[in-house]
Each structure stands twice: as C-alpha cells, then as structure tokens.
C-alpha cells in the first residue's frame, strides 16, 4: 500500500506518480533513490544508457567538447570548450551520476583542471578576468564527480574565500567598478573586486552551491553567512544589472545554472536552513503556488532542449522538499 511520506503531503498535488510514468530511466532511479527510499541497483546502472552515449561520442581526446560557434573577438575557442566542457559535465554528472571513474569524467576534470589558476580560481571564460561564478560552478561539478578530496579542490576554496565582499557574498570583481563584461573589459589586465560595494545574489548563489556540496566546507561560519545573504534576497532584483530584476527568480533549468528560486532553494536546505525561517518557508509556499494539477510546476524553463527539462524541475524540487520536511 502506498503511503504518502511527510513532504509529499507540503505539496498541492503528487510529483512522484508523474515521475515515475515517464519513460526517463535516470529520473525513475533518482525518484526512488532520493524520495522513496527504495533499494536501486549502483548508480552505474545508468551509465550506459543511450543517452550518456551520446554524450561520450562528442567527447575531444583532451577530455574537452566542442563549444558549438562562439566569437573569437570575445574568448578563444579554447576557453569556448572550457564552457561547454563544464556545461557538458553538468548533464552528466547531474543527471546519469557519473564520477571520477568513468573515463569520460576523468578526462573532463583534467581538461578543466588545466584553467586553474595559481591563485585556484578557473579562469579564460571572461577572458582575463576572475569569475568567482564560473570557477565555483567547476568546483561544485567536480565535488559532485568524487573530486572533494582533492587538492586543487581545496585551493579553489581557498581563493573563493579570498574573493568575497565585506557583506559576505560575492560579486563579479568588473561589475563592483560598473564596468560591462564586454570584449575589452575581458582583455583588459585583471580587474581587483571593490569588496566595499554590495555582492550580487546572482553570483553569491552559484558560489554557494561547492559549499552546499561539500560535507567540511557547507559547515564553515562564511558559508552560513553567505547563506543568510542569498536567504534575505529571494525574489528581489540584484544590485547589478546581470539577470537584474525579480523575474529571473522564476527562470530556472536543471542542471542549475543561473541563481535562481530552486538552486537557491537547494543550496539552503543543504547548508541547515529550515521552514522554521520565515524567508524559506515564503519561497516554498511559493513554489507549492506554481504546482499545476499534473505534478509539474509552471516556472520558466530557460537553457536547454531536453523534453524532460519540466520533470527534472520537478525532481529538483521535490527533493528540496524532502529535505525540509523529511
């Protein structure tokens, strides 16, 4: 006999029969796994789907793939790659599983390990300049592939902690000097952050989410911080002009990207916030208003043509919700 657990009875309707009538092999093991607390084979089980295949097929000796265009004026075609390579290992790593060995994974990690920098941060996306939301994006991917113990991980760490502003959250070093991130910013020589001006909730949720990740770092006092910071800015407009206005709290994708109401979402529930604080239990509620009838939510699917983008959505959520109320 079905009984209905805890979290599911916070949401309007049931997520869990939508997702388990898909045809989505990964998203039937993760429902399972992460909500129903069924028994599953090893997560290996999904490496040879299709689907992963087809990915593997695209990969570059170098471990990299090939971003698809670009403009040469902006970024060389080798730090285009090292997008799409981070880009690439976010649907593998997020959605099939995938880690360190899978020689896919291996490969990508190196590749990717070579734009760091002395100084630990990922660097070439912006050109010459830091980016604290790139490199922490490559860390957070790399932590999830079974890379937390690993040294250069620590020294990225080390440097976002270096990079914050004095509120306790983090910004793009150009945008605190209002500079655009244009062609010439990116070429211009490095751009040292004014940690006197405000951080940006856009870029302090994406840095936010290797901590989240991370069973040591999730617990330090700046991650906490940084935490209340992003908790006291849900559904507000930035302080920078970069996905400025509020509405961009409800454009999300899977993997995360962007900050955003669930990415957000999930990194709190993971650094020990509750529904007990008053600012995530208004987004929960929030997201329980966007539930339709089926299951789904109806929030603005933005970056990427997977059909099953709605049910991943879905699947993201509701394990923020198993977390909050489990």
Not at 144 to 164: E, H, M, V
Not at 172 to 179: C, D, G, K, N
């Amino acid at each position: 006999m079905f009984v209905m657990k805890e979290w599911q009875s916070r949401l309007r309707y049931d997520s869990v029969t939508c997702l388990l009538s898909s045809q989505n092999e990964a998203i039937n093991y993760f429902v399972k796994r992460d909500l129903l607390g069924e028994p599953v084979q090893q997560i290996e089980s999904l490496w040879n789907l299709p689907e992963v295949k087809k990915i593997v097929k695209r990969q570059r000796e170098d471990g990299s793939w090939k971003y698809p265009g670009g403009n040469p004026h902006i970024r060389s075609h080798k730090n285009y790659d090292q997008l799409e390579t981070y880009r690439m290992v976010g649907e593998l790593v997020e959605k099939y599983g995938l880690r360190r060995t899978h020689p896919s994974i291996k490969k990508a990690a190196e590749f990717l390990f070579k734009f760091q920098k002395n100084e630990g941060d990922f660097r070439g996306i912006y050109g010459n300049q830091y980016t604290p939301n790139y490199s922490a994006g490559i860390i957070e991917l790399l932590i999830k592939a079974g890379y937390q113990n690993d040294p250069r991980i620590k020294k990225g760490f080390t440097w976002l902690l270096s990079a914050r502003q004095n509120d306790g959250g983090w910004a793009i070093p150009a945008r605190t000097h209002r500079m655009p991130l244009n062609e010439k910013t990116m070429h211009s020589k490095i751009i040292e952050s004014d940690t006197s001006m405000p951080s940006s909730h856009l870029v302090t949720g994406i840095v936010l989410r290797p901590f989240a990740a991370h069973e040591k770092y999730r617990k330090r006092s700046e991650a906490l911080i940084a935490g209340e910071f992003l908790a006291n800015r849900i559904c507000r407009r930035d302080a920078y002009p970069d996905r400025g206005t509020a509405e961009y709290w409800e454009r999300v994708s899977f993997p995360f990207w962007f900050t955003d109401i669930v990415s957000s979402l999930d990194s709190l529930s993971h650094l020990g916030f509750r529904t007990e604080d008053a600012r995530t239990a208004h987004a929960l509620r929030f997201l329980r208003g966007k539930q339709r009838r089926n299951g789904l939510f109806e929030l603005k699917l933005v970056r990427g043509k997977d059909e099953d983008l709605p049910l991943w959505i879905a699947l993201a959520i509701c394990r923020i919700y198993a977390r909050f109320h489990g």
